[in-house]
């Protein structure tokens, strides 16, 4: 099994790796998360030995490539989708962990500039979690720290993880980059010229769950 690996919050992120590498799996990175799980010992290669290509335009082309997405998207239950991942040399990819740039972060600070915000809009990163929320029936997508170690329990006790699980995995998964797009929209309109836009969508956060009610 392969799993592609590329995150901002670098949360739980080493006992993650070390559990996969446990259940036998083969670990690519980006260069950030290459180099962190580096330095904690845990063995990765960079996502450029799966593409033969290298990070470009500081950073901003790292993973938008077939030789991934093609790996994630192929559905295993369709026989062509197999051939044509065969044909040229792209070897499935089983697990997608990522989140994004802190974006919502770098706003909030009161010194942000405009330019400063534009970096922290992630496009790979967005790609990667919808493609493998799409195939979720064949792949195994992980935006928030939170769930990694109820996720590998759950692989460990039952040997798989559950096709409910990835399914609630991948509504996590589109939620997350609903509310990221959304954080991106609302911070680009100018409201004195689009008061009141003809879509909008309002990001909000649980703040505790009630015992009633």
């Not at 792209?90 to 972060?105: H, K, M, Q, S, T």
């Not at 769930?147 to 409910?164: K, N, R, T």
Request: net charge negative.
């Amino acid at each position: 099994m392969r799993a592609i690996i590329s995150v901002a919050n670098r949360d739980g992120l080493v006992e993650l790796a070390q559990e996969l590498q446990n259940h036998g799996v083969s670990i690519f990175s980006t260069s950030g998360t290459l180099n962190a799980l580096k330095t904690a010992g845990v063995q990765a290669e960079a996502v450029s030995t799966l593409t033969h290509f290298p990070e470009i335009l500081g950073g901003r082309i790292k993973t938008l490539h077939p030789a991934i997405l093609g790996a994630i998207l192929a559905r295993r239950d369709i026989p062509g989708h197999i051939e044509e991942l065969k044909a040229h040399n792209i070897a499935p990819i089983d697990i997608v962990v990522v989140n994004l740039y802190p974006f919502a972060e770098t706003i909030a600070r009161p010194t942000s500039t405009l330019t400063e915000a534009q970096e922290q809009i992630d496009i790979g990163g967005v790609t990667l979690i919808r493609a493998a929320a799409k195939n979720f029936q064949d792949v195994i997508v992980l935006v928030r720290p939170q769930d990694y170690v109820p996720v590998m329990q759950e692989w460990s006790e039952l040997g798989e993880v559950s096709i409910e699980t990835r399914r609630r995995l991948a509504a996590i998964a589109f939620q997350h980059t609903a509310c990221y797009d959304t954080a991106i929209a609302e911070y680009l309109r100018i409201p004195a010229l689009d008061y009141f836009p003809e879509e909008l969508t309002l990001p909000l956060k649980r703040i505790q769950t009630l015992r009633y009610g």
